[in-house]
């Protein structure tokens, strides 16, 4: 018994980065959660003679699960109802990650803006574009994880980053500010007032909707503030008999819809030289399950 609790708590000790790795690759929580949870059957029942770092061992099971998922899950969201959204998660990195620019890093890592960005990455790419620019990962152990040489591990490297730099929103806004200015658009909607809303949009302003077809959501991108504006001036008085939390989702301040204590929506704000450049919208019930004030945070 006690190589079996030695055996669980060592893999315990490292949950928390192999949660992180595995959402930052599927983005949806639950399917990390499985991932994980696939990888400490793989560790409670292999042999585990040559493993000398269980850290990179167990990176590389879970990496390579992920991997594998993430090429089943693309076919289904070829059929997915309206765009494609990450499942929101509750982060917190406490006390942990004191440091003001690795806090910044970590929160971009998990941001939605990014994670739809590396949507558009092969499999392979976002393993190594995760691996080392969220968890710094040296080259070397990439290359073994993903079982290639380290000169093509480089190749996709500098591939990713590019492709991520070119798509990526580069706002530095400070959290405080975006809250204020998440606050303002809901009192805003809330009272239907088209012309405040105006005032808080960029004129390219878009409104990105993810419903799955199973709840009330554009099933296309809005663009523009004109149509965004009028769209949650429109629906925003409804939403203004349900109870909203703010909360920091993904990195950020995001509003949490509840409704009977049931989540209902969550909005997030990006915000660009003091303006809503996008609405992220989540309604898809499904991707709302781990999403609630009590739910446990991702943490790194």
Do not use: C
Not at 55 to 65: D, E, F, K, S, W
Not at 111 to 129: D, H, N, T
Not at 132 to 142: D, K, L, N, T, V
């Amino acid at each position: 018994m006690a190589t079996d609790s030695a055996r669980t708590d060592e893999f315990e000790e490292h949950r928390g980065v192999l949660t992180g790795v595995a959402y930052r690759m599927l983005g949806r929580i639950s399917d990390a959660e499985d991932v994980v949870q696939e990888a400490w059957l793989r560790w409670n029942v292999e042999s585990r003679a040559d493993v000398r770092v269980p850290r990179a061992y167990l990176v590389r099971i879970t990496t390579r699960l992920a991997i594998d998922r993430l090429r089943q899950s693309r076919t289904r969201r070829e059929t997915y109802v309206g765009p494609w959204l990450p499942e929101p998660v509750v982060t917190d990195f406490g006390p942990a990650v004191p440091d003001t620019a690795e806090r910044a890093e970590l929160a971009d890592s998990v941001s939605l803006a990014v994670l739809v960005v590396l949507e558009s990455l092969s499999p392979l790419e976002r393993a190594v574009f995760v691996l080392r620019e969220a968890f710094g990962f040296p080259f070397g152990e990439i290359a073994t994880v993903l079982e290639r040489s380290e000169a093509s591990v480089r190749q996709l490297a500098t591939r990713a980053r590019r492709h991520v730099e070119e798509r990526r929103p580069r706002y530095d806004v400070d959290p405080a500010e975006r809250r204020d200015l998440t606050e303002r658009f809901l009192a805003a909607a809330a009272g239907g007032d088209f012309d405040a809303l105006l005032a808080l949009l960029a004129p390219d302003v878009r409104l990105v909707g993810d419903s799955g077809g199973k709840a009330k959501a554009p099933l296309r991108v809005m663009v523009g503030a004109d149509k965004v504006g009028r769209f949650f001036a429109a629906v925003g008085t409804e939403a203004a008999a349900f109870e909203v939390r703010l909360m920091e989702l993904n990195g950020a301040p995001a509003a949490l819809v509840l409704s009977d204590g049931r989540p209902e929506l969550v909005l997030q704000l990006e915000v660009r030289d003091g303006a809503v450049e996008t609405v992220y919208v989540i309604r898809n019930p499904d991707k709302l399950l781990g999403v609630s004030p009590m739910a446990p945070p991702l943490s790194d």
